[in-house]
Structure formats: structure tokens, C-alpha cells
């Protein structure tokens, strides 16, 4: 029983490796990066495998903008929250909602505005980004390379306990006034 079980252990070893997650790279503040899809249909399939996945942290509190264009397909995109380890697998994606060890913080739409304009973030830690595309008509099958560009920009949080400072001090500065006025 034991060699059986080293024995399924080692077949499965290369599919579990070369299933993991591949990110494309680690978002910077500000920086524009490009990437290509290799289907169309990547975005509705639910192995991973056409889907590109960027990562990088984030506090919690801290406002971010996500854009990501293309001139030759409707990019789409899902942000989410967790920690890829080896056993994170791309077959397992899931755009809609939760998947392996990743929660679903929020998505885009293949349709239209595929942006995310000052969005809070719920925790500290690394965010996943899986990005894919649709070319019109929806659903549409094909191959080929479509090129795109993604973009993340921050500003920093403002934490609970500085914003009631500020509150206090402009309180305070506003009663030395009308003290001063007295």
C-alpha cells in the first residue's frame, strides 16, 4: 500500500507543479504594464489557463484604481484577496467568486468600462489580479494574441485614528479663535 501511494504521489507531483500559478508579474503604483491573451474565450473558461494573473499588496484602507485596456478585445478582470501557495491552481479559477486559498474582493465587467475607480481595500496582505478577455460577438471562439495594458494607482489610507486627530485639532484650533475673539 505504501509503494502505491509514493507511487500516485510521484505521477501526480508534475501535474500539481506545472499547474500552479504563473503570475505575469507584481503591479507597481503608476506603472503601466502589457500583457497578451491568448484566447478570446479565456475569460469564460474555468481552467485558468487563458487567464493572466498579476499580484501586489495592499493595506487595508488604502483607495486603489485599477485600469485595464485593450484596442483588440473587451478586457475583463477579478481582484482577489489571499495567499498563493503550491497547491494554488489555476483550474480551480473561478471569476465569479471564490477559488483555492483566493476570496472574491470584486470584479469588472467584459461589457463596457473595464476600470475600478477608487476602490477601498478590505485587508492587508497580497491581492491576486486575474485578467481575460472577450472579442465581440460575446462568447465568440478563436484564437490568437491580443495585446493589453494594465495600470494600478494608490492613495494612501487615511486610518480611523489620524482622521479623528485631525477632527480634534481643527476643533481645537477653531476654540482657540473664538477665544482669541472673547
Not at 506545472?18 to 504594464?33: F, K, M, P, Q
Not at 478586457?75 to 494554488?88: E, I, Q, R
Not at 476643533?171 to 482669541?180: D, Q
Request: hydrophobic content about 40%.
Amino acid at each position: 500500500m505504501k509503494q502505491w501511494i509514493a507511487a500516485m504521489t510521484l505521477a501526480l507531483a508534475p501535474l500539481s507543479a506545472s499547474s500552479a500559478i504563473i503570475y505575469e508579474g507584481t503591479l507597481e503604483d503608476g506603472a503601466v504594464y502589457s500583457g497578451s491573451l491568448e484566447s478570446e474565450s479565456g475569460w469564460s473558461e474555468s481552467n485558468g489557463s487563458r487567464v493572466d494573473f498579476w499580484s501586489f499588496d495592499g493595506t487595508a484602507g488604502e483607495s486603489i484604481s485599477l485600469f485595464a485596456g485593450s484596442d483588440t478585445t473587451d478586457v475583463a478582470f477579478s481582484l482577489y484577496t489571499g495567499t498563493p501557495d503550491s497547491f494554488s491552481q489555476p483550474f480551480y479559477f473561478n471569476n465569479g467568486g471564490d477559488w483555492d486559498l483566493f476570496s472574491l474582493v470584486t470584479l469588472s465587467s467584459t461589457a463596457g468600462d473595464e476600470s475600478l475607480k477608487d476602490f477601498i481595500l478590505p485587508e492587508t496582505g497580497i491581492f491576486t489580479l486575474a485578467l481575460g478577455g472577450e472579442v465581440p460577438p460575446y462568447l465568440a471562439d478563436g484564437e490568437g494574441t491580443w495585446t493589453y495594458d494594465v495600470q494600478l494607482t494608490r492613495s494612501a489610507a487615511v486610518s480611523a485614528p489620524g482622521s479623528l486627530g485631525l477632527l480634534a485639532l481643527g476643533l481645537l484650533g477653531l476654540g482657540a479663535m473664538r477665544a482669541r475673539q472673547a
